[in-house]
C-alpha cells in the first residue's frame, strides 16, 4: 500500500518460512516501522504474493505461498491508526468458484475497485494464462473467457 509518505511491506520470504512482520516506511524521514497487525489468521506470512492498492488505507492481498504450499486466499488489509487491521474475504472455502492456488502472478486495480488476475503457476509448476476478475463489492470470482480470436498472452 502506498500513500504519498508511507509504503506498507507485508510478507516476503525469511529463510525457510513466510514472513509475517508488517512494515511502514515513511518516505519523508526514510524511518522504518514495525506496525502492530490485528487479526484472527494463523498463519499470516506469505511470500510471492501480489497486492491491489486501493489509495484510502487498505489494499487486497492474493495468494502466493503460505508455509510452503500455494493458497488461493484474498486478504483485506485496513490500516487503522497505527495498526493494520487484516481479515480473510475470499477462498476456496468461502468462495464457490475462482481461480485455482497459484504464485507468480499479477494482478491489477481498474477506478472503480475491481481487481484482475492474470497468470502464475499451479502447485506442479504448470504455467496459467487465466484471467480473473474480482469484484470487490460482493467477493465473488469471475473467468474472463477468451475466445479463438482473442489475443492470448
Known sequence: MVTAKDIVFFGGNRAESSSSPVFLLNLATNVWQNIAVKTKIT????DDHASADFRDGSFLVFGGYVNGSRVDEVLKLKQEGASLNIEQIACGELTTAGPAARA???????????????????DDNRKLNDIWHFNTA???WTQIELGAEDFKP
Not at 43 to 46: D, F, K, Q, S, T
Not at 104 to 122: I, T
Request: charged residues 15%; glycine residues 20%.
Open 138 to 140: 460482493t467477493a465473488a
Open 104 to 122: 507468480g502472478f499479477s494482478v491489477g486495480v481498474s477506478a472503480d475497485k475491481q481487481v484482475y488476475l492474470f497468470g502464475g503457476q499451479e
Open 43 to 46: 498463519n499470516l506470512g506469505r
